[in-house]
């Protein structure tokens, strides 16, 4: 899981003038066109994970490396903007199989530098601090230079915000940057609306303690206490036994986990690694034997791709949450 360590911009993209130049003057149409971008919320500037950037005008041709950021650009509806995807966790969300199918998909996990460049993109919108690994040649700085602005999701540098205000954050942002700040602040409202009805639901019910396993044989790779994952676990009505770990992703001792005893282990599923080899070895550990979770085989199931800082979270606290309280949930 070491992914998760933590396109030339335009300085303005010329509006087409072919409708307009046999009866507008030159100068008239740079008017025109300055005042458009201005009243379309142009230029944007942006602090993203330390990097400032002032968009003039929208990107027009993106790259997108991590499956969460995909999904988002898929839903804020900027699949045009899309000249090349790479790096699933698992699948896409049914609702965006269409739009992503018509991506060209330019590395199965992460591109070259030579691969990005071939793509031709002016923005690269990468989901974890890997995705712009500079000694891979990806860094943000090599890609600056080569004209690319960037974008990293503000999980792999956030710290101490509450995530899904940092989530919120993250949609309005992007939607500022592709002039789609409507769409984004749509989002929003009802992923709003969708966290308080779930959080109705919980309203008198205890909290169960839950352990994340992410992977791991020597160790157990976990979520901590700074990522959307923990805030994830809190909302669906748990406690998460590894909040103290101060970053979203984290190894964990096998002992630990046996001290802190977890009424439910939480599993995420993706890579190679099913769900039932996951759960073959806990059940096999006589190290773990006295476990609750595991005495009592109480494990909730989550695809890697609901438990990162993406659009599927306000949905995945709803789901998670019918598999901490079975039957106590329903509507």
């Not at 300055?34 to 400032?52: E, H, I, L």
């Not at 494990?299 to 979270?313: I, K, Q, Y």
């Amino acid at each position: 899981m070491s992914r998760r360590t933590p396109a030339l911009i335009a300085a303005a993209v010329l509006l087409p003038l072919a409708l307009t130049a046999c009866s507008t003057p030159d100068g008239d149409a740079a008017t025109g066109e300055k005042a458009a971008a201005k009243s379309d919320g142009f230029p944007y500037t942006v602090k993203n994970c330390g990097v400032t950037t002032t968009f003039q005008a929208p990107p027009k041709r993106v790259v997108t490396m991590n499956q969460h950021v995909t999904e988002i650009m898929l839903e804020l509806g900027l699949k045009k903007s899309l000249v090349g995807t790479a790096y699933l966790d698992d699948q896409v969300l049914p609702k965006y199989a269409a739009d992503y199918a018509s991506v060209p998909v330019i590395a199965k996990e992460y591109p070259s530098y030579e691969q990005v460049l071939a793509a031709d993109p002016d923005f690269v919108y990468g989901g974890y601090s890997s995705a712009f690994t500079a000694g891979d040649g990806r860094g943000r700085e090599a890609l600056k230079k080569s004209g690319i602005e960037t974008r990293l999701n503000t999980e792999s540098c956030t710290r101490g915000d509450q995530p899904m205000d940092t989530l919120y954050e993250e949609i309005r942002e992007v939607g500022r940057t592709f002039g789609v700040a409507d769409r984004a602040e749509a989002w929003i409202k009802q992923a709003k609306a969708d966290n308080a009805a779930t959080a109705k639901k919980l309203a008198d019910l205890k909290p169960v303690s839950v352990f994340v396993y992410d992977s791991g044989d020597k160790t157990a790779f976990t979520a901590g206490g700074e990522g959307i994952g923990n805030e994830l676990i809190e909302r669906a009505g748990g406690t998460n036994v590894f909040a103290d770990l101060d970053k979203p992703f984290g190894d964990a001792s096998w002992e630990n986990v046996v001290d802190r005893r977890p009424e439910v282990i939480v599993i995420y599923d993706y890579g190679a690694t099913t769900v039932e080899q996951k759960k073959k070895r806990l059940l096999t550990d006589p190290a773990l034997a006295d476990v609750p979770a595991v005495k009592n085989k109480r494990f909730a199931v989550m695809p890697l791709s609901d438990a990162v800082l993406g659009v599927r979270v306000p949905a995945a606290v709803d789901k998670l949450a019918a598999q901490l309280h079975p039957g106590a949930t329903t509507p």
